[in-house]
């Protein structure tokens, strides 16, 4: 009698403790509001899981990922951009086509665009200043058959959703992007319960966490079907600490929308 009025009593104390000290909210039912994550029941801070993010720097150069057989670079710690010795240009491309094919500046997230079409379309577009300005582009050009091929643009928010190797484009802003962004479409799914885009990307998270696309991120779809792509995060139920990789400042961005090649 003593011992189980004792192991109560331990148990009483224990859940008073538990009460007191740390006010756990189950997520089961409920979705954990704020810089929280549903961590094996319990809504958890976000610290940390994103210390141990914001701590992996890859060293400038190194393969943080890889999607459809293009590989991805870490840009870590990259401040020169006017660098020439980090412009990349297509190997043999004289040899195979008759023409230096420029890539890009390693390893910016235009890098990481243009080098997908080329390795994947024998495609390649103009020189931009900033990742926003391919949105004006008006054409890209086939190296391989010296063809130009009209692009085909996709306002954020109509009805066309993204499809692989489309290009999305960050506007340009004062805060985390002051020249737009780019990345590849890898994948898109507008029917489930979490709906997304799979991208591929350079010079954005420094790490894929060994997947084969780095972010996925948030669509939702309108009253008229619109399709709207965010620059947050899809969170998935059994995956919610991925919502902790965006914080307020990372949620600001706005998608302008998708550039597609014309393939006859
Ligand atoms: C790219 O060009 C090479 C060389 O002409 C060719 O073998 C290959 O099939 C082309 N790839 C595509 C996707 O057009």
């Known amino acids: 009698m003593k011992y189980i009025l004792l192991v109560l009593l ?4 224990e859940s008073q403790s538990q009460v007191l000290v740390t006010p756990r909210i189950q997520c ?15 809504c958890t801070p976000c610290d940390g899981p994103r210390s141990i993010w914001t701590k992996r720097k890859p060293q400038w150069g190194t393969k943080i990922g890889e999607a459809l057989n293009v590989p991805a670079y870490s840009n ?6 006017q660098d020439k010795n980090k412009d990349e240009y297509l190997l043999d ?10 890539i890009g500046q390693k390893y910016q997230c235009v890098h990481y665009a243009r080098r997908f079409w080329v390795s994947q379309y024998n495609t390649t577009f103009g020189s931009v200043d900033r990742a926003e300005q391919i949105f004006d582009l ?7 058959t010296k063809q130009n091929i009209q692009l085909k643009k996709f306002l954020n928010g109509g009805i066309e959703p993204p499809q692989q190797g489309d290009l999305l484009i960050w506007q340009k802003d004062n805060g985390e992007f002051p020249y737009g962004h780019v990345a590849v479409v890898i994948a898109i799914d507008i029917v489930s319960a979490s709906p997304h885009v799979l991208i591929a990307e350079q010079n954005y998270d420094q790490a894929w966490d060994t997947r084969n696309f780095a972010r996925a991120l948030k669509v939702s779809i309108g009253e008229n079907k619109e399709i709207i792509v965010s620059n947050n995060r899809q969170t ?3 995956k ?5 990789r965006d914080d307020e400042i990372t949620s600001q961005g706005v998608i302008l929308g998708w550039v597609r090649l014309e393939i006859q």
């Open 93 to 102: 491309s004289q040899i195979n086509f008759g023409e230096e094919i420029y």
């Open 236 to 238: 998935f139920p059994n």
């Open 240 to 244: 919610d600490d991925l919502k902790c």
């Open 28 to 42: 089961r039912t409920k979705k954990c509001e704020g810089d929280n994550f549903c961590f094996q029941g319990y």
């Open 10 to 13: 331990l148990i009483f104390t």
């Open 138 to 144: 008006q054409e890209a050009y086939n190296f391989d």
């Open 76 to 81: 870590y710690g990259d401040l020169d951009v």
